[in-house]
Each structure stands twice: as structure tokens, then as C-alpha cells.
């Protein structure tokens, strides 16, 4: 089977790495393989700290992607010989104010009926395990299964493991789809060309929805939202495990890396393709760290980024055929892309392939928009 896979981030890297150990001939079309939003991402591992009302499908996804990253990436790093990061040392969640406090505990009362047991912290005990926070903090919560990857690390090591399992990769931009007999043949690139495919997955991420060729209505909208993010560089230690803060209902975080680098964001902005890193948006990450970890600013500053994140319209990931026959799509990961690599890869690989396709995709097909798309 000649699969061409749209899109080199992390979704389309790992789901090229599996679909090519499923015996198929694959090609990976990107100008720019191993960057995007998943070369901006701070590689959090965190369902349960994500979790939000009305999400439950999308936690059960996040909850099998994140039992599946132990093997994940030891295959991964046993076949390319490249370190991931990997870490599963928790995510600590800590509020500033009462308010903040009363939202986590919110939180708390709904993990619990879902059955996610979550462990509720004094301020205290949050300094206990972490002594740099601020004083003032007022408590928080513990999630222990929790964990971080980084990203960086874990697409270079997707790209070597796609090229041993002979992907071929074609460093050109994918400007359409060919359609013959209503259905996709082939990948279009900038130079002409046409790459024929038997199958195709979509997995450009917030560009899925600008190649040519499509009829109207085959892939749901996908949004630009832009993100920006602080990398800082410490000599000695200073933060133990991914924090998540709550700061007056404004949520920042931090992810240190074991080399001494440590990860702030990330803003949430609404402003199409825009990839402008700005004063104002670095500022509110900077301020709102400060609240919890007032040392923060003694730190080296090392690099600003802004990436752009995949929204859907629910922000759940879309996963699927599209209404087009042979082509699959893979995107709209919005802020889980990192998290949910294993699972999305198992998911499109197994609808590459024509395997048995994971019951817990049923909720991210494509056609749950078809009324809005039409």
C-alpha cells in the first residue's frame, strides 16, 4: 500500500514511524519536518491536570495515550538510540488566591467522580515538594501519574526512527489534493508534482484546511491559536516536576528539562497566522510566574517562540476518513498534540492500514461537524 502523510509534526512522525512497521510504503511530505507547534510545545503529559467539564471522551483519550507512553518511547529510543526526556515524576497544580484555590478544588471533586483519584495539597505541602514556590501560595493538588516529554527531543527521535523503517521524506509543501473518480489519488506538491497514494492523511495541523482540491465540506475547520513560550536555563536546581498555577484565573506553567532548562507558558491567543512573539504576551507569563516562584527572574533567559496549536471547533482532536474516499484526517489536536501521539498514531495507522481502529477514536471522527460543514 503507497501512503503519502501530509504534515511532519509529531502526529504525522509517529503515525508514519507505525504505518511503515505495518508493511506499508510510506512518504512524508513536509518542507520543514520536526517543527511547527510541536518544536514550540513544552511536552506536558497531562490528562488529569487538563481535564475540564464536558470532556470526558477526550480525558479517556488522554488517559490511554499517557499509559501508553512508557513502551512508546522505549521502542522508540531502543530502535533510534536517542533520548525523548521522558519523565514521569508527576504534575504538581498549585493556586495563588482563595479563589484559585476554590476552582481547583472544584477540579478535584469532579476527577473524583470520574474515578481519578487527585491528592489536595496545603500550601505547605506544595513547598514540600517544590521549596522555591512563594509563600503566599494556598494550596493545590498532586497529580502523580502525570508526566512530560520533551518535544524537541521527541520529534528528532520520530524522524530517525521514520527513516529507519524506510519513510521517505520529500522536504516540499503539499498545495493540494489529486482527485480522480471522486476520490483521492495523490499529494499535489508546490513544484507540480503529484506523490499517488492509495491513502492519505491529512495532518498539517492549523494548515489542514488550505490545500486545494477539496470539495467543500471534506475536512472540518481547523484554527490558528497562537502560543507563546519562554525557555529560561538554571545552573542549580530549582523546580523538581511540571507545575501548573493557577494566578487570579489566569493558568501558566513550567517544565523543567534534566539539562537545566526549564519551559514557561503558554499564552492562548485567538489572532489567525500570527506568529509574532510580543512584549505584552511574554510579560503576563513572566508576571504570573513570578507570583509563584518569585525566583524565576534570577534565571538565564535562553529563547522566546511562538507556535500555533490546531483548534477544532470543540478543541477535540479530529480523527477519521473525511468525506473525501482515501483520504484520512489527523489533526486538531489543540493543546494534547504532545500528549496524544501514541494513541493517534495507533488510531491512524490502524485506519491507513485497515486494522481494527481503537473504540476510543468513535468520538473524534470527522463527521461529527458534517451538519456545520455543509
Known sequence: MEIVIIGAGVIGLATAWRAAAGGARVTLVDPEPASGASSVAAGMLTPVSEVTYGEEPLLRLGLASRDRYGAFVAELEELTGLETGYRTDGILQVAFDSDDLKYLDDLRRFQE???????????????????????GVRGGLHAPEDGSVDPRRLTAALLSA??????????????????????????????GTVIPADRILLAAGSWSGDLEGLPPG??????P?????????TRTPFLGRATRGLVR?????????????????????????????????LWELLRDARELLPGITELEFAEVSAGLRPGSPDN???????????LVVGTGHFRNGILLTPVSADILSAMLLGGSVPGVAVPFS????????H
Do not use: H, W
Open 113 to 135: 467522580t470520574l474515578g481519578i483519584p487527585a491528592e489536595a495539597l496545603t500550601g505547605r505541602e506544595c513547598r514540600r515538594l517544590e521549596p522555591m514556590l512563594a509563600p
Open 316 to 326: 477535540a482532536p479530529v480523527m477519521g476518513p473525511s468525506a473525501l474516499p482515501g
Open 249 to 281: 484565573g489566569s493558568s501558566v506553567y513550567l517544565v523543567p528539562r534534566t539539562d537545566g532548562e526549564i519551559v514557561l507558558g503558554a499564552t492562548q491567543e485567538e489572532l489567525g497566522f500570527d506568529m509574532r512573539v510580543t512584549a505584552g504576551g
Open 225 to 233: 491559536v497562537k502560543g507563546q513560550v519562554i525557555r529560561l536555563r
Open 162 to 191: 521514520a527513516g529507519r523503517t524506510g519513510v521517505r521524506l520529500v522536504r516540499r509543501r503539499a498545495t493540494g489534493i489529486a482527485v480522480a473518480n471522486d476520490a483521492a489519488t495523490g499529494a499535489r506538491l508546490d513544484d
Open 366 to 373: 470527522p463527521d461529527r461537524f458534517s451538519a456545520e460543514v
Open 218 to 223: 471534506t475536512v472540518p475547520p481547523v484554527r
